[in-house]
T-cell receptor, first 114, second 109 residues
């Protein structure tokens, strides 16, 4: 079974630009969540989607948004990039519903904002 | 909001020495998960603890969940170079994981 796939793996943007990151979950997994990882703040929850519905959102500004498609693939978008948005963005999937077990992570998308 | 405190931030050990990381919460946890992240990698699930006082072992790794379900620990016996990485605890709450800050295991040369 293929794992969680994130694209792109690396990207460099400049301040003020916007970026879209993509995540394909493990086949059959309907829950997709996104995390931001920085050396200073650790792993911070962005949002979680299940069956195209956002069930929870972390404490991030409105510049951070996401969506999930009917095939469970998810995208997140960051608009008006700031230097502080430089981070590793991790996507994770799990079967969903009421399942509260293991999160399966992708390799991440490393964003550098110049 | 809910928080999980994890200590220490770093632990330097000689290869063969033991390693322990601790997580504490002010609130009762429904469960706690442990992940390992190798340098340059992504978090990989190790285990989930659910029951009060639970102790689980995976080879040289021992995981404990406190009786009051407010604390947990991970102990590695006789560390090896393959153990290098950052170990995170995380609590599951409302479709998200709330993460400890992680403990970085560093093997002294």
């Amino acid at each position: 079974k293929a794992g969680v796939t994130q694209t792109p793996r690396y990207l460099i943007k400049t301040r003020g630009q916007q970026v879209t990151l993509s995540c394909s979950p493990i086949s059959g997994h309907r829950s997709v969540s996104w995390y931001q990882q920085t050396p200073g703040q650790g792993l911070q929850f962005l949002f979680e989607y299940f069956s195209e519905t956002q069930r929870n959102k972390g404490n991030f500004p409105g510049r951070f948004s996401g969506r999930q498609f009917s095939n469970s693939r998810s995208e997140m978008n960051v608009s008006t990039l700031e230097l502080g948005d430089s981070a590793l963005y991790l996507c994770a999937s799990r079967p969903g519903g009421g399942y509260t077990g293991e999160l399966f992570f992708g390799e991440g998308s490393r964003l550098t904002v110049l | 909001g809910q928080q999980v405190m994890q200590i220490p931030q770093y632990q330097h050990v000689q290869e063969g020495e033991d390693f322990t990381t601790y997580c504490n919460s002010s609130t009762t946890l429904s469960n706690i998960q442990w992940y390992k992240q190798r340098p340059g990698g992504h978090p990989v699930f190790l285990i989930q603890l659910v029951k009060s006082g639970e102790v689980k072992k995976q080879k040289r790794l021992t995981f404990q969940f406190g009786e009051a379900k407010k604390n947990s620990s991970l102990h590695i016996t006789a560390t090896q170079t393959t153990d290098v990485g950052t170990y995170f605890c995380a609590m599951d709450s409302n479709y998200q994981l709330i993460w400890g800050a992680g403990t970085k295991l560093i093997i002294k040369p």
